[in-house]
């Protein structure tokens, strides 16, 4: 029956089904275990299946579960690899990165790139790596949407905003096809004036920082100003992305997020003694402007009840939201519709700490 049917239309048909399945479906027959292996079918691998990986804390401990577009709610063990990296540096096409355990004396630390739907985990020795009063290393991580290779983005900035003095970024990329560390394809680093927050965003092939600039002026004193940075995983080169001018100011606070296949910066600010969170979207194009796409306030549908912070943001634009339940002192992951201006829990419960949301998509990257 199976060679009646060409190859590459099995080849087609197995590219729409779920990684669980594929998986069993090495075991079928030799020339199913080969396509499904070969770096081509990897590469060009395409499920529609994708959810959310929440983490989150139950009586001191972190727990992580994936949430599906029906909310149905799995419990997710991390490999033993993962147990002392509790930094999420960010997600990628289905992978996740993770570090930590920093050596101080010898300046190295750990990464690991993690597929969760296959199970596999891939550690990186992260070297030279600072995190004094005076220096900070973050990293950053994103698949190349060219060659599907896995990247790490090794930034090294001082963080003595207090000093005039200026040392420029270093700045090295691992790639796993390589296990190396290396320089950056492009010499055009940011300006040594710019620091870089550590959360990241990645979005159509590239990663994303909110930063902040801090320009000297003639009288000695100096201006400082927000806005992104971004670093092309294909070209290697960073950029700089403007913000709109009432973000720009750096007594304005925000975060920012991943929403659908663009950028959301979340704005907070107050009116009328009540929290207000304003969203503002990243348009395309080479002016990379924003526009406001949706508000709203801090009010909840229960006085008892507070909406604590935004955690992200789902592709039906609703924003993850985390909730305080005073009288049960509990912690609870909720959506709100922006159109139906309605909150919904997600029957997450946690205590003392805050919810992280990461995106995953399927994918047979690291098999």
């Known amino acids: ?196 927050d550590s959360d990241q965003v990645v979005v159509d092939g590239c990663l994303y920082w909110l930063a902040t600039d801090r320009i000297a002026l003639d009288d000695g004193t100096f201006r400082s100003y927000n806005l992104i940075v971004s670093f092309d995983l294909i070209t290697e080169e960073f950029r700089e992305v403007n913000l709109p001018g009432r973000l720009a100011g750096t007594s304005c606070r925000f975060s920012m997020y991943k929403l659908g296949e663009s950028i959301a910066v979340l704005e907070l600010g107050v009116e009328a003694n009540k929290l207000v969170y304003r969203v503002w979207m990243m348009e395309d194009g080479v002016t990379k402007s924003f526009y406001n796409l949706f508000s709203f306030n801090s009010h909840s549908r229960d006085p008892d009840v507070s909406i604590i912070c935004v955690c992200g943001f789902r592709k039906t634009d609703e924003a993850l939201i985390e909730l305080y339940d005073r009288p049960s002192s509990t912690r609870i992951l909720a959506a709100y519709d922006p159109y139906s201006e309605t909150i919904n829990d997600i029957l997450i419960y946690g205590r003392h700490s805050s919810y992280s949301v990461y995106y995953c998509m399927e994918t047979l990257l690291l098999l």
């Open 1 to 196: 029956m199976l060679d009646q049917i060409p190859l590459e239309i099995q080849s087609e048909i197995m590219k729409r089904l779920p990684v669980k399945s594929l998986i069993q479906f090495r075991s079928v027959c030799k020339s199913w275990n080969s396509l499904i292996e070969s770096p081509d079918f990897i590469a060009h691998y395409s499920s529609q299946q994708q959810h959310l990986l929440v983490s989150y804390t139950v009586n001191y401990e972190a727990k992580y579960v994936t949430v599906d577009d029906d909310e149905n709610i799995v419990s997710v063990t991390l490999p033993p690899l993962v147990n002392k990296l509790r930094t999420i540096v960010g997600s990628s096409h289905g992978l996740l990165c993770f570090f930590g355990d920093v050596q101080e004396l010898t300046e190295i630390g750990s990464a690991v790139i993690w597929n969760p739907c296959i199970r596999k985990a891939v550690h990186v020795v992260v070297p030279r790596v600072k995190l004094d009063k005076t220096y900070r290393t973050l990293l950053g991580f994103g698949v190349c949407p060219e060659t599907f290779d896995p990247k790490i983005v090794k930034i090294t900035h001082r963080v003595d905003m207090e000093s005039v003095t200026f040392i420029p970024w270093q700045v090295e990329v691992f790639t796993l096809n390589t296990r190396a560390w290396r320089s950056p394809y492009s010499s055009n680093l940011p300006r040594k004036s710019i620091y870089v």
